[in-house]
């Protein structure tokens, strides 16, 4: 599908969040595909909304994970000089389908959507692709899945990343170890069988294949790391965690960023720098998560935590984007769909 037909336009599909703190419970209902969930739940996360900045009211500009999202849209727009880019959430305002239905009155007919979460799902990208396909019905869609080997966009982590770790490792005179994370999944998503589909929503397939996600996000990191090879980054200079495990339903996958902190303040180390691999810009995992929560965590346990910038609006990010949607990277890409 190339952009420089008539028609076509790009789809950016991001995980939505709420523009105020009384909006949790239905955006919350969104995410679990309807289900309620208690109310202890939601004030929890009401709470921890607030300690990043939402309010009971609309802010002066959108929460960060809008914010960021409509900033790469626009640069990659700008960067790609051809065809409109389009943003939609799966769980909030703008809603993939709305933005479908006006990317029709549009006049486009051929959608490049891409996830922007590079490690391919059955949670996360698996629900954007239904949620696309539906509303696409008699357009042409090819669906990007996966761009977690991108070695563009490991340049762009590891560009944020060094510069924090050669502070960290000189404040603390002593080399200080990396922990990549990525947001940790239900179990049940990455198995196979019976066990993929328990406590799953109705209507879930039983899966014959493992999900691919665990080891991209670490293939991901794994190639951060490479990338810091010339600062004297090596092997034994990082780990890898996942974090922000649900609060309620069934087990989710591990190592727990909480065991790697205590395991590495074992090992002797007095501080650690955090990047998630997983996230492409600044919200609540992040600013609250990680600069909230791990920060007390590791405080507790006698280490200096330090974070690697969010990616944000960085032009190296858009820069992989262009590249998955030009295909010069060659994405993992889901047969497209062609109206009958």
Known sequence: MSLETSGSAVLLLAHGTPDMLDEMAEYLSKVTGGRAM???VVKELQHRYAQIGLKESPGLEPPPLTKW???QAHMLEHALGAG???VGMRNWHPYIADVVAQMRLDGVTQIKAVCLAPQNSRTSVGLYRRAVHAAATGMEVEFVAGWAESPVLAEAFAEKLQPVWEEACAEAGQRVPVLFTAHSVPCRTIMTGEASVAGARPGTPVQDSPDPYPVEAKRTAQLVAERMTPAGFGDKDWY???QSQGMSG?????????DTLKAIKAEGHVGVVMQPVGFLCDHVE???DIDIAFRQTANELGLKLWR???LNDSPVLV???VEVVSGRYKATVDEVMVPA
Do not use: D, N, R
Request: hydrophobic fraction near 45%; charge should be negative; glycine fraction near 6%.
């Open 38 to 40: 208690p109310q202890e």
């Open 286 to 288: 992040i600013l609250y």
């Open 84 to 86: 409109k880019v389009y």
């Open 319 to 321: 820069e992989a984007i």
């Open 308 to 310: 690697a910038e969010s």
């Open 250 to 258: 069934g087990p989710w996958i591990g190592p727990t960023v909480e």
């Open 69 to 71: 999202t409509m900033v």
């Open 240 to 242: 890898f965690a996942f």
